[in-house]
């Protein structure tokens, strides 16, 4: 679904490319976490996905950036829209309307999706989002995490084929960040729809995403299943991304030789590996 190759990246105003050599493959259906210290890259990467590099912020663009079959430097920007979804981490600058019904009907509209197929597709987006019971509310009565999942809905009322997403849990606590990845996990499953979140939370990566990927300095540093990028913790920790307590605990408990096995992505992963090696 996803292919970038060699990719790279220099902002006009930049001294150096935001991001040099990148080389990465998403599948259909796959959720894939991307996360790395501040300036690493991760936003000006997924900027690539959904044409906002080269088409809105102009600078020297090397490589290639295919997502479907087509190249979202050469395409244009609303042909490219029509395949990437993208949602902003401040939803509020994403709403055009006042009204959460409008707001998914603004997309379908200007997409021109036959008349027979808005109600559908409205009704069905709303749900997958678990708001249907917020159709008719002005969006300005919304809390935090039901905006996110209106700016979410709206976007998934177009049927993209990748949808990408700039932090979507920054504001929110805990349990609503939980709900606005149970959502996005399931939804990926549910309809081979690549997802690509960018997020600080890596505990909440690595519980969700199939692949975790690690910017450092423009570069991609690591991309693979969570649990083999996490038994990195000390390598992560010095390039400013910090593991899970649970994670690094049971990895110093590997490295002294005390149990062995898997890496903990979780406190429950953690007390089973401790349970085992007590065992």
């Given at each position: 679904?996803?292919?970038?190759?060699?990719?790279?990246?220099?902002?006009?105003?930049?001294?150096?490319?935001?991001?040099?050599?990148?080389?990465?493959?998403?599948?259909?259906?796959?959720?894939?976490?991307?996360?790395?210290?501040?300036g690493?890259?991760k936003?000006?990467?997924?900027?690539?996905?959904?044409g906002?590099?080269?088409?809105?912020?102009?600078?020297?663009?090397?490589?290639?950036?295919?997502?479907?079959?087509?190249?979202?430097?050469?395409?244009?920007?609303t042909?490219?829209?029509?395949?990437?979804?993208?949602?902003?981490?401040?939803?509020?600058?994403?709403f055009?309307?006042?009204?959460?019904?409008?707001?998914?009907?603004?997309?379908?509209?200007?997409?021109?999706?036959?008349?027979?197929?808005?109600?559908?597709?409205?009704?069905?987006?709303?749900?997958?989002?678990?708001?249907?019971?917020?159709?008719?509310?002005?969006?300005?009565?919304?809390?935090?995490?039901?905006?996110?999942?209106?700016?979410?809905?709206?976007?998934?009322?177009?049927?993209?084929?990748?949808?990408?997403?700039?932090?979507?849990?920054?504001?929110?606590?805990?349990?609503?960040?939980?709900?606005?990845?149970?959502?996005?996990?399931?939804?990926?499953?549910?309809?081979?729809?690549?997802?690509?979140?960018?997020?600080?939370?890596?505990?909440?990566?690595?519980?969700?995403?199939?692949?975790?990927?690690?910017?450092?300095?423009?570069?991609?540093?690591?991309?693979?299943?969570?649990?083999?990028?996490?038994?990195?913790?000390?390598?992560?920790?010095?390039?400013?991304?910090?593991?899970?307590?649970?994670?690094?605990?049971?990895?110093?408990?590997?490295?002294?030789?005390?149990?062995?096995?898997?890496t903990?992505?979780?406190?429950?992963?953690?007390?089973?590996?401790?349970?085992?090696?007590?065992?």
């Amino acid at each position: 679904m996803i292919r970038i190759t060699d990719f790279s990246f220099r902002y006009r105003e930049g001294a150096v490319p935001a991001v040099s050599g990148a080389n990465l493959s998403i599948g259909r259906g796959e959720f894939v976490g991307v996360t790395g210290a501040a300036g690493s890259g991760k936003s000006t990467l997924t900027y690539a996905l959904n044409g906002i590099v080269p088409h809105c912020y102009p600078g020297d663009f090397y490589g290639s950036v295919e997502v479907d079959g087509m190249d979202t430097c050469e395409a244009a920007l609303t042909d490219v829209s029509r395949v990437v979804g993208s949602v902003c981490q401040d939803v509020e600058s994403q709403f055009v309307t006042s009204v959460v019904e409008d707001e998914v009907l603004y997309g379908l509209e200007n997409f021109a999706v036959p008349r027979g197929e808005i109600e559908s597709r409205l009704t069905r987006a709303l749900a997958d989002m678990g708001i249907a019971d917020l159709r008719e509310r002005a969006i300005a009565s919304l809390s935090g995490g039901q905006k996110q999942k209106v700016a979410i809905a709206s976007v998934l009322a177009l049927r993209p084929q990748a949808l990408v997403l700039d932090e979507p849990t920054a504001e929110l606590d805990p349990a609503s960040s939980q709900n606005v990845f149970d959502l996005l996990a399931r939804y990926a499953r549910q309809h081979g729809t690549a997802v690509v979140v960018v997020e600080q939370k890596i505990a909440l990566l690595a519980r969700y995403a199939d692949t975790l990927v690690i910017m450092e300095e423009g570069r991609i540093r690591f991309a693979d299943a969570p649990a083999a990028v996490l038994a990195h913790d000390g390598e992560l920790a010095r390039i400013g991304v910090s593991c899970p307590r649970a994670t690094a605990l049971v990895n110093r408990l590997r490295a002294a030789g005390v149990c062995g096995g898997r890496t903990a992505r979780t406190v429950r992963e953690a007390c089973d590996v401790v349970k085992e090696a007590a065992a």
